[in-house]
């Protein structure tokens, strides 16, 4: 490896790692990780990385709308994805894992535009506090039943 690349991977490593609260071995915790030099992205509901710790386990809850427990699916966006992070609480209570253990969501959103941020990120936080999980809000022309608005999918730390 020339001197040069190794000088790149260093300095790469470095910035990588700049900000980032390096967690103990011995801590079962999610570490997140919103480096000082990026924009603070907790105010939208998300963190920019989260760290699952060495040897924990992976769970992958499959995209959770809004229809009630007897299938029924509001017309509104608001009450759409508020019974989809309740069917998503209720995903983890039955794997048993709770919202401080989710380190990755994905959402889609149907027509998305900037004023169902709002709605979203007040969702978010309601459910997970300050233990912010990465996310990526994907806009979707339709998602798998036509009256459905809102998806959320996470990727879970079991401890």
């Known amino acids: 490896m020339s001197r040069t690349f190794k000088q790149l991977l260093i300095g790469g490593l470095i910035i990588m ?18 480096p000082p030099n990026m924009f603070d992205p907790t ?45 998503l609480g209720a995903a ?3 794997i048993g894992a709770t919202p401080d253990q989710v380190a990755k969501l ?17 969702t978010v936080k309601a459910m997970f506090g300050d233990a912010l999980p990465a996310q990526t809000l ?4 339709k998602l798998a039943i036509d009256p459905m608005l809102f998806e959320v999918e996470a990727i879970v730390m079991l401890k």
């Open 138 to 141: 994907v806009p979707v022309p």
């Open 106 to 122: 994905t959402i889609f959103v149907v027509e998305h535009d900037m004023s169902k941020l709002g709605v979203l990120t007040e």
């Open 43 to 87: 105010p939208n509901g998300y963190s920019t990385a989260v760290i699952v710790p060495e040897g924990a386990r992976i769970a992958y809850i499959s995209g959770q709308g809004g229809q009630d427990s007897t299938g029924n699916l509001s017309p509104d966006f608001a009450a759409q994805v508020k019974q989809a992070y309740a069917n």
């Open 17 to 34: 790692t700049a900000g980032v609260s390096m967690a103990r071995a011995d801590d079962p915790r999610l570490s997140i990780v919103n």
């Open 92 to 94: 983890l209570e039955g």
